[in-house]
């Protein structure tokens, strides 16, 4: 178990290398993807910006892509903090994502996007930088403009999926419809990749096999998970 801003570090069999650590009071996971040959590092959500940078410095590297899972205020904790230390930054999100009537909002924190997705719910699309590449899902429920980032053995799930759990739709911009449909997404998603690839949760918040996991393999989430084990399609669908 990951104690607060302590990374694991892995490389997929591509040599990209997938950072993974977990910041702050509500356990948010952040996950990194680095491409040392072509200089990129994106990074998923970033929480803590003092951390990152001493961590990435202690490595010779500078991050070069900010990818926001969505805009709720723990997500986007380091966001200011990253832009000061790196202006350069590109910054990007779902276009629903910039909730123009609910960012003032103290669930939420205003993120200048430099670049949107615009898939519809549901809907996948790539995004690439050096030999990065990722796959972007549109995943609303829990708050607009949500995705899942999937891609070199991880699946992180933002606050769609925990390890048993999934997000809550009672914030504003929650719609508990969406979310189902979300899920049903993810589960077909899910069951097409590889068993051993990891879901990344957004938070660490949930008990399984005796203790509170940073991950879980994607074959046992899709057997343990309360709700993706359950999922029914909404009835006038
Ligand atoms: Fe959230």
């Known amino acids: 178990m990951l104690s607060d801003g302590e990374f694991h570090i892995s490389i997929w069999k591509d040599g990209i290398e997938v950072w993974v650590t977990q910041m702050g009071p509500l356990m948010n ?9 072509n200089g990129m590092v994106a990074i998923i959500d970033p929480f803590d910006s003092d951390l990152w940078e001493l961590k990435l410095s202690e490595e010779g590297l500078n991050p070069t892509h900010l990818l926001y899972t969505h805009t709720h205020r723990d997500h986007a904790a380091g966001y ?32 200048d996007f430099t670049n949107t ?3 519809k719910p549901g809907e996948t699309v790539g995004w ?51 979310q189902q449909k979300s899920l049903i997404t993810a589960k ?3 069951s097409e990749l590889p068993s051993d690839w990891r879901l990344i949760p957004g938070h660490r918040y949930d008990e399984y096999n005796g ?27």
């Open 211 to 237: 203790g509170i996991p940073d991950w879980i393999s994607i074959g046992e989430v899709l057997e343990y998970n309360y709700f993706l084990a359950n999922i029914t399609i909404p009835k006038d669908d």
């Open 80 to 111: 200011p903090g990253m832009m000061e230390k790196y202006p350069d930054l590109e910054v990007w999100g779902h276009e629903d994502a910039r909730v123009p009537d609910l960012v003032e909002h103290i669930v939420f924190r205003k993120v």
């Open 188 to 190: 077909n998603i899910l």
């Open 117 to 119: 997705w615009n898939c």
């Open 29 to 37: 996971m952040n996950t990194a993807f680095i491409d040392r040959t």
């Open 128 to 178: 690439s930088a050096g030999s990065i590449s990722l796959s972007i899902t549109h995943s609303p429920g829990h708050a607009p403009g949500h995705v899942t980032i999937h891609g070199h053995g991880v699946y992180h799930a933002g606050d769609l999926l925990f390890v048993r759990s999934a997000g809550r739709v009672d914030l504003p911009g929650g719609d508990p419809r969406a």
